[in-house]
T-cell receptor
Framework: NAGVTQTPKFRVLKTGQSMTLLCAQD?????MYWYRQDPGMGLRLIHY???????AKGEVPDGYNVSRLKKQNFLLGLESAAPSQTSVYFC?????????????FGPGTRLTVT | KQEVTQIPAALSVPEGENLVLNCSFT??????LQWFRQDPGKGLTSLLL?????REQTSGRLNASLDKSSGRSTLYIAASQPGDSATYLC???????????FGTGTRLKVLA
């Protein structure tokens, strides 16, 4: 049981390049989230999904797109990277099964845009 | 709009001390509150989750309390150890929403 995994762990992009971050969970969780963490600002929600085929915007969605084609995977895309998107990106998942929606986090992806 | 605040931003204590970390939120209409630990360069590890109907939760040396009416939660760590050194974050989920709002964390250092 790997929990929540993220690919890649590190990435350096040039301004204008595109990339996709992959989040996978093996806990059969319904809900999945993408956050970014910046110094002094805590974690901020980018997008989230409450089930396969659904997505919704969080606090800071601009410049990002997401897809949830399979229940276990949640992809975060950057179409044209900007230096302001330099950050650590975390994926999380949770389930309503126990009624508490406890969040479980992946190890993070450190992205630098030059 | 929900805002979550954690004060102090950083704390240093000698080993063995009991300590309290604070989390304040502005909207008392919450579904639950979760405390996390984050080690440098790592992801978040869930410590305790308190439902809105609960007053406290305990796990080992950790005890988290919730007072919705005053918009406060505290994380009590008993007999602190150097291994407790980390950043502690709280996150609040509002009623009727799927979103969590995070505080900026308290960076704890326990000195041997």
């Amino acid at each position: 049981n790997a929990g929540v995994t993220q690919t890649p762990k590190f990435r350096v992009l040039k301004t204008g390049q595109s990339m996709t971050l992959l989040c996978a969970q093996d806990m059969n969780h319904e809900y999945m989230y993408w956050y970014r963490q910046d110094p002094g600002m805590g974690l901020r929600l980018i997008h989230y999904s409450v089930g396969e085929g659904t997505t919704a915007k969080g606090e800071v969605p601009d410049g990002y797109n997401v897809s949830r084609l399979k229940k276990q995977n949640f992809l975060l895309g950057l179409e044209s990277a900007a230096p302001s998107q330099t950050s650590v990106y975390f994926c999380a998942s949770s389930s309503p099964d126990r009624g508490d929606y406890e969040q479980y986090f992946g190890p993070g992806t450190r992205l630098t845009v030059t | 709009k929900q805002e979550v605040t954690q004060i102090p931003a950083a704390l240093s204590v000698p080993e063995g001390e009991n300590l309290v970390l604070n989390c304040s939120f502005t909207d008392s209409a919450i579904y639950n509150l979760q405390w996390f630990r984050q080690d440098p360069g790592k992801g978040l590890t869930s410590l305790l989750l308190i439902q809105s109907s609960q007053r406290e939760q305990t796990s080992g040396r950790l005890n988290a309390s919730l007072d919705k009416s005053s918009g406060r939660s505290t994380l009590y760590i008993a007999a602190s150890q150097p291994g407790d050194s980390a950043t502690y974050l709280c996150a609040v989920r509002g009623s009727g929403t799927y979103k969590y709002i995070f505080g900026t964390g308290t960076r704890l250092k326990v000195l041997a």
